[in-house]
């Protein structure tokens, strides 16, 4: 049985779990190019186009349904996906481990997919020659599975540090503002591209994406977002993976409160987030089985460890990012005592630098590509609907003007 053949029938036995059989037929479409235009109102729009905002690319896509999202994004992203499918393959390869002993993790995973986002990973796949559902499918969910099943599980695994983010919220009368730095290893740097795409009935988003991956970085205009990562020693659960919850959040959610519970949906990592609506920020800090939430009284900072006390045995190392959290406490504390808060503040708070651990801005260190460092960054204020972003080194990089 070759391998389309078998995507096919695994697709099939999914969809009539959900009682949507018919529609993974319809979708059954060879791998052509698709259109370059809709038509809207009498007029042309291309779908899908690559912008520049400040000498910021971002790709922006219009389509009329997951399928065409997914297959607009395989399209005019294939370069960074068909990278981030060399970057995981071989760090699994690295690892002693093989695809053979993955797939069954990956398809546990895939049976929480809702049917829309399956059609979603199809496009993507049935965009790029190169690849297939199953290699679209394993960086969907690529985070999940190391960070939430695999370091659990095997003591041998090296502890793996390719992601450690810096997230925080500041909030003043007329101000609401986040703002990030996605740190991740130097390997990724070239699968990394923003994207803001539109669907019928759905807000307009704009999020960060890692190859195929999505991750609640970003802002559907009436919530943003922030998340960073903490490794434990907790076993999550084989749940929707953090990716496809980042897509169904963002198309959701109209609330920083619905938006959260959407991502809880989740829980097949261990994470920290910051979500922001017009009414204020709230954070969360998360276990599989529990989490602390908590409204934000005039600024936050979350990084790559937690302050909750009952969830410290559980760090994986519970020095980790102690120094960068105080640093990134300090000067948010700082900002907020001006009372008048402005975007440049949260970017200058991105960009602190001391050479030390303290570091919020980690440049990149070309001899060690596996280490982390800084390769991408937002920012927001959700009552302005003003913000940032860009990829690499906030210090040194114009800023984009998010669209």
Not at 97 to 122: E, G, K, R
Not at 157 to 181: F, M, V
Request: charged residues 20%; aromatic residues 12%; glycine residues 6%.
């Amino acid at each position: 049985m070759n391998k389309k053949v078998k995507i096919s029938l695994f697709l099939i036995v999914i969809s009539i779990s959900f009682g949507f059989t018919s529609i993974i037929f319809q979708s059954n479409t060879s791998k052509t190019q698709p259109e370059n235009t809709i038509k809207t109102s009498g007029l042309y729009q291309k779908k899908a186009e690559w912008k520049y905002s400040g000498g910021q690319p971002y790709l922006n896509i219009i389509a009329k349904n997951h399928y065409e999202l997914g297959r607009l994004q395989g399209e005019y992203a294939k370069d960074q996906i068909l990278y981030a499918d060399y970057v995981v393959k071989s760090l699994i390869a690295s690892y002693n481990l093989s695809l053979d002993f993955l797939m069954p993790f990956v398809y546990l995973y895939a049976l929480n997919i809702p049917i829309q986002y399956q059609l979603l990973i199809l496009g993507t796949a049935d965009a790029i020659l190169e690849l297939g559902y199953e290699d679209i499918l394993l960086q969907h969910i690529f985070i999940d599975m190391f960070y939430g099943i695999l370091q659990p599980l095997m003591v041998n695994l090296p502890n793996l540090k390719i992601a450690g983010c810096t997230a925080l919220g500041l909030k003043s009368e007329d101000r609401i503002i986040i703002g990030q730095n996605m740190d991740f290893g130097l390997i990724f740097s070239p699968a990394i591209y923003w994207v803001n795409y539109k669907l019928p009935f759905k807000p307009e988003v704009f999020s960060i994406r890692l190859g195929a991956m999505a991750l609640p970085i970003g802002t559907n205009r009436k919530v943003s977002s922030l998340i960073t990562l903490v490794q434990t020693t907790k076993i999550c659960k084989f749940n929707i993976p953090i990716s496809i919850a980042s897509y169904k959040a963002f198309e959701k959610a109209k609330n920083k409160e619905v938006f959260l519970d959407t991502l809880f949906e989740s829980r097949t990592c261990t994470w920290n987030f910051i979500v922001s609506d017009k009414k204020g920020i709230i954070t969360s800090e998360a276990l599989p089985d529990d989490e602390v939430i908590e409204d934000v009284d005039k600024y936050a900072v979350k990084t790559n460890t937690y302050l909750t006390e009952s969830f410290k045995p559980y760090l994986l190392n519970p020095y980790f990012s102690l120094e960068r959290q105080a640093k990134a406490t300090e000067l948010s504390a700082i900002a907020i005592s001006d009372m008048a808060i402005e975007l440049n503040e949260v970017m200058n708070i991105l960009s602190y630098y001391d050479g030390t651990e303290a570091s919020i801005l980690r440049p990149p260190d070309f001899s060690h590509p596996e280490n982390t460092c800084t390769l991408s960054y937002f920012s927001h204020d959700i009552k302005t609907q003003k913000g940032y972003f860009g990829l690499g080194n906030v210090a040194i990089e114009n800023w984009g003007v998010i669209p």
